[in-house]
């Protein structure tokens, strides 16, 4: 069974410093890798989708790079404001067939960004 | 509509009731999923619905849940004779799978519906 686990658990920084989270899976024969951000009592809020045959994706100051082989993502945010605090969360689809369609989530990396 | 949306929003009810949780995907999405988030853990897959195929329910902890899918459209997870570890946001996502791996493959969320068992 596919397992995801994000590191680190909790993370609090000052505003302007760059972060990256990270993220790793057990099972390489994924589909795709999905970056979420969810803010208490709302649901997920797509981020970055990396698909299987790709290194990167790039949306604004957010960079998601996956290295497939040794199952390991990393999510990197620059320039980091306090709208950012949130709670992210990786996912991976794992590659189709039987578990079509099925995410699999890490339980999150909980960020605080203080003024 | 503009994305997915859920009813009730909070759910509170007595162990031993039947609930009805409601899904409304976003229009033309043809797959839709189940979603538990329990507190202290990770989200944790329910069930998938693609297009008129058998939904996979793999993920359904108990025959106590059962989830429906009328008209390719909405959808209502019912959980029968609740437990208190049934407590839980239960989210619903929609996408429109290409067949191949594209960013069109991105679930969208809704908000969810708190779940609280008494």
């Known amino acids: 069974k596919q397992e995801v686990t994000q590191i680190p658990a909790a993370l609090s920084v000052p505003e302007g410093e760059n972060l990256v989270l990270n993220c790793s899976f057990t099972?390489?024969?994924?589909?795709?890798l999905q970056w979420f951000r969810q803010d208490p009592g709302k649901g997920l809020t797509s981020l970055l989708l990396?698909?299987?045959?790709?290194r990167e994706q790039t949306s604004g100051r957010l960079n998601a790079s996956l290295d497939k082989s040794s199952g390991r993502s990393t999510l990197y945010i620059a320039a980091s404001q306090p709208g950012d605090s949130a709670t992210y969360l990786c996912?991976?689809?794992?590659?189709?067939?039987?578990?079509?369609?099925?995410?699999?989530f890490g339980r999150g990396t909980q960020l605080t960004v203080w003024p | 509509g503009a994305g997915v949306s859920q009813s009730p929003s909070n759910k509170v009810t007595e162990k031993g009731k039947d609930v009805e949780l409601r899904c409304d995907p976003i229009?033309?999405?043809?797959?839709l999923y189940w979603y538990r988030q329990s507190l202290g853990q990770g989200l944790e897959f329910l069930i998938y619905?693609?297009?008129?195929?058998?939904?996979?329910k793999s993920g359904l902890p108990s025959d106590r849940f059962s989830a429906e899918r009328t008209g390719g459209s909405v959808s209502t997870l019912t959980i029968q004779r609740t437990q208190q570890e049934d407590s839980a946001v239960y989210l619903c996502?929609?996408?429109?799978?290409?067949?191949?791996?594209?960013?069109?493959?991105?679930?969208?969320f809704g908000p969810g519906t708190r779940l609280t068992v008494l």
């Open positions: 996502a929609s996408s429109n799978p290409t067949g191949g791996a594209s960013i069109a493959d991105t679930q969208y």
């Open positions: 099972d390489s024969a994924i589909y795709n």
């Open positions: 990396i698909q299987s045959s790709q």
């Open positions: 996912a991976v689809e794992a590659d189709r067939g039987s578990t079509l369609g099925r995410l699999y």
């Open positions: 229009s033309g999405h043809t797959a």
């Open positions: 619905f693609q297009g008129n195929s058998a939904p996979d």
